[in-house]
């Protein structure tokens, strides 16, 4: 079974996180499949950056998230759009609204 599953990167005490899809029986930080996106848990609020295009791919194909992947989606509102486009609504439209949603995001972001 496939996942998308966070991936630990950085040093000690500095976590930071890819957001990759990866074989459900692979270490945490050992093999993937694709990164599709990144977690920065250190900065206020956490910036989230994710390929919407390839999650919607690995969704659509039957990719399972973790837990910690699905609260992140919520937090996008990810699921939402997911939703959509699986209602038959345009990928290109969800896209460029998820862009803004990121682009907001990134505008509130200061580090600790």
Same mark, same amino acid.
């Given at each position: 079974m496939?996942?998308?599953?966070?991936?630990?990167? #950085? *040093?000690?005490h500095q976590p930071h996180? $890819? +957001?990759?899809v990866a074989d459900k029986e692979s270490p945490r930080d050992g093999r993937f499949i694709e990164?599709?996106?990144?977690?920065?848990?250190?900065?206020?609020? #956490? *910036?989230?950056?994710?390929?919407?295009? $390839? +999650?919607?791919?690995?969704?659509?194909?039957?990719?399972?998230?973790s837990e910690s992947v699905q609260k992140l989606f919520?937090?996008?509102?990810?699921?939402?759009?997911?939703?959509?486009f699986k209602a038959g609504e345009d990928q290109q439209?969800?896209?460029?609204?998820?862009s803004k949603v990121y682009q907001a995001r990134a505008t509130k972001i200061a580090a600790k």
């Open positions: 496939v996942r998308i599953r966070l991936r630990r990167v #950085g *040093s000690a996180y $890819r +957001v990759v990164i599709i996106g990144s977690y920065n848990p250190r900065t206020e609020p #956490g *910036s989230i950056e994710l390929n919407e295009e $390839r +999650v919607y791919y690995w969704l659509n194909v039957g990719a399972q998230p919520k937090i996008v509102k990810l699921d939402d759009r997911f939703e959509r439209v969800l896209i460029e609204e998820a």
